[in-house]
């Protein structure tokens, strides 16, 4: 997955200083995949290294 590629990243790279950003938003009915994706995050430890930035327009994608 993203999440553990991401994971073997940083751990092969850990002054790399790379965030994982997370941009989206939650279909309606789906909000408990998000919180299963927020608990895969948490237990790797990695979620210091990830942000939720929910849904960006084309000014904001230019932030990240």
């Not at 994706?37 to 942000?51: G, H």
Request: glycine share 10%; proline share 3%; hydrophobic share 35%.
């Amino acid at each position: 997955s993203m999440i553990e590629g991401f994971k073997k990243f940083t751990k092969n790279n850990p002054k790399s200083g790379y965030k994982l950003i997370l941009a989206g938003g939650v279909i309606p009915g789906q909000e408990k995949a998000l919180e299963d994706l927020k608990m895969t995050i948490s237990k790797k430890s990695i979620n210091r290294k990830i942000k939720y930035v929910g849904f960006l327009n084309l000014k904001q994608q230019n932030q990240y």
